[in-house]
């Protein structure tokens, strides 16, 4: 089993749409990251997080540390946010390195 | 702002051959991670250093090698090449001793013939 689970592995939107991507994981963490690649494989960092919730323009990440579990929002879903969103964790008490789930594709349609 | 540097941004090998990938982190940090992501795979961890010093291994093969220089930019040399690591190979940069956000590269993507 994965130490970082994704929900779902794909998801298909029209544009205007709520999207949720889900986050488990089974380890103790330090940090949770949520990370966008788009098709010519570069990654950004879109939050770090270790509890609460988190607001940037229309994306939003929370964590539950107790439920070993995040989500990240986008609200009014556009056609330039589809991309793979990826889950990686800090493991607690690592060298900072990162595991990653297997990441959320994400398509919106005009 | 600067962003993490990598060179080159494609590098096409041979089997057997050599190569050298380059890091060049964020000014003011001093800590970099390796990461190798395989065609439809999620990123894994290769390598990382501190201040010059190596501070964790992944899952980095024998054939594979990696220092940090003074001036904190870091090198991962890869010999013996291998259909297999055809991948993209991301560098991150943070500080301090990683527990800061990491700062991704765009990414070397090397393909082995």
């Known amino acids: 089993k994965n130490e970082v689970e994704q929900s779902p592995q794909n998801l298909t939107a029209q544009e205007g749409e709520f999207i949720t991507i889900n986050c488990s994981y089974s380890?103790?963490?330090?940090?949770l990251h949520w990370l966008q690649q788009h098709p010519g494989g570069g990654i950004v960092s879109l939050f770090m997080l270790s509890s609460g919730k988190k607001k940037h323009g229309r994306l939003i990440a929370t964590i539950n540390i107790q439920e070993k579990h995040s989500s990240l929002h986008i609200t009014a879903s556009h056609p330039r946010d589809s991309a793979v969103y990826i889950c990686?964790?800090?493991?607690?008490?690592?060298?900072?390195?990162?595991?990653f789930g297997k990441g959320t594709k994400l398509s919106v349609k005009p | 702002a600067a962003g993490v540097i990598q060179s080159p941004r494609h590098l096409i090998k041979e089997k057997r051959e050599t190569a050298t990938l380059k890091c060049y982190p964020i000014?003011?940090?001093?800590?970099v991670y390796w990461y190798q992501q395989g065609p439809g795979q999620d990123p894994q961890f290769l390598i990382s250093?501190?201040?010059?010093?190596?501070?964790d291994k992944g899952s980095i093969p024998d054939r594979f090698s990696a220092q940090q220089f003074s001036d904190y930019h870091s090198e991962l040399n890869m010999s013996s090449l291998e259909l297999g690591d055809s991948a993209l190979y991301f560098c991150?940069?943070?500080?301090?001793?990683?527990?800061?956000?990491?700062?991704f590269g765009p990414g070397t993507r090397l393909t082995v013939l």
């Open positions: 380890v103790g963490i330090s940090a």
């Open positions: 000014p003011r940090h001093d800590t």
């Open positions: 991150a940069s943070s500080t301090p001793r990683g527990s800061n956000e990491q700062f």
């Open positions: 250093f501190y201040e010059k010093m190596q501070s």
């Open positions: 990686a964790v800090r493991r607690g008490g690592s060298q900072g390195n990162l595991i």
